[in-house]
């Protein structure tokens, strides 16, 4: 079963951990995804297993909706991805999500998806973690009625052994600015003008599971530093 909450104005989604959503439908499905909301707050959660490529994210911030924030959450083993952040091109929109603070383990597909005319979007000091042997794609940018502007990806490490890369479609302005990619490293690798590519020395990546209330811990110390 998947979390979904919409026509609101900053509700705040937190502690929550939804797992195997989407088994059944066959359609659009992600684990945790406000619709039609301002200023929503999705935080401290755990979201995996979700079934599906067509969407079967963990998080989403859909459209009709303004300054949605994703922070402090886990994300993994997720069929589709990390998060997807979309506006069907019509006469909606999807502008100001800020995704910061996450680890993505292990998830599939595509780790972040812009789909459709987003705008103003920052994600920053994220963690993303892509196995060996995976084909895992780490940004797809695609088209559903336009395309992405105005997207900064900033103080994220990339820990890619997988062999995915990254595709801008018709994207405009999107900028990577002091980001780690550590591994492998596609020929779609982005431009960053203060790339790192050492080893981020990241305790025993690969290997958080289950253990939400570790995640927990580590998310409230980084929140009460003001990180």
Not at 85 to 102: A, L, M
Not at 134 to 155: C, E, M, P, Q, V
Request: one cysteine or more; hydrophobic letters at 30%.
């Amino acid at each position: 079963m998947a979390f979904w909450f919409g026509v609101s104005s900053a509700p705040v989604i937190q502690y929550n951990v939804v797992h195997h959503a989407n088994m059944r439908s066959g359609a659009e499905g992600v684990a945790i995804w406000p619709f039609n909301t301002d200023d929503a707050l999705v935080q401290y959660n755990e979201a995996y297993s979700t079934h599906g490529s067509l969407d079967g994210q963990g998080f989403d911030s859909d459209y009709v909706s303004n300054r949605t924030i994703i922070q402090y959450n886990y994300s993994h083993d997720n069929e589709g991805g990390f998060v997807l952040i979309c506006n069907n091109g019509t006469s909606n929109f999807n502008n100001g999500t800020i995704v910061r603070y996450n680890i993505s383990q292990n998830d599939g597909t595509r780790i972040f998806q812009l789909a459709g005319p987003v705008t103003n979007t920052s994600i920053y000091n994220n963690t993303i973690y892509v196995g060996a042997g995976a084909g895992t794609n780490i940004l797809l940018i695609n088209d559903w009625g336009g395309y992405a502007s105005n997207t900064s990806f900033k103080n994220n490490i990339f820990y890619n052994l997988g062999s995915g890369g990254y595709s801008y479609g018709s994207g405009t302005n999107t900028v990577f600015d002091y980001n780690v990619f550590y591994g492998n490293h596609p020929g779609s690798e982005p431009s960053d003008a203060h790339k790192l590519t050492s080893n981020p020395l990241l305790v025993s990546p690969g290997t958080g599971g289950f253990n939400r209330s570790e995640w927990l811990q580590t998310a409230d110390w980084f929140a009460s530093h003001g990180a």
